[in-house]
């Protein structure tokens, strides 16, 4: 059975964007809060499939979870892995 394609996960909101753009921050400070926001939203999906809290979530689980994602996408194409790029 053919799933259809998932559609990526959203890791910043237009209206979280508008709120970082208006915020009194510089444009390096504005970029790295995106990321940061970005980041967190990604930190909750691999906490979630580790089954763990955040804060319980190790540096080498983290790195394990990139690798296993950039395995899905070189062995089954960028739209089976999570990360889209």
Known sequence: ???????????????????????????PE????RITISSL????????EYNVTIEDLTAQQVI???EKDSKIRREQGVDAAYLKW
Do not use: G, Y
Not at 30 to 33: M, P, Q, R, W
Not at 41 to 48: F, K, S
């Open 30 to 33: 504005k970029f790295l809060t």
């Open 64 to 66: 394990a979870w990139f």
């Open 41 to 48: 939203r990604l930190l909750n999906h691999i906490a979630h």
């Open 1 to 27: 059975m053919n799933l259809p394609p998932q559609s990526p996960p959203q890791f910043l909101t237009l209206e979280e964007s508008a709120k970082v753009d208006a915020a009194l921050l510089s444009s």
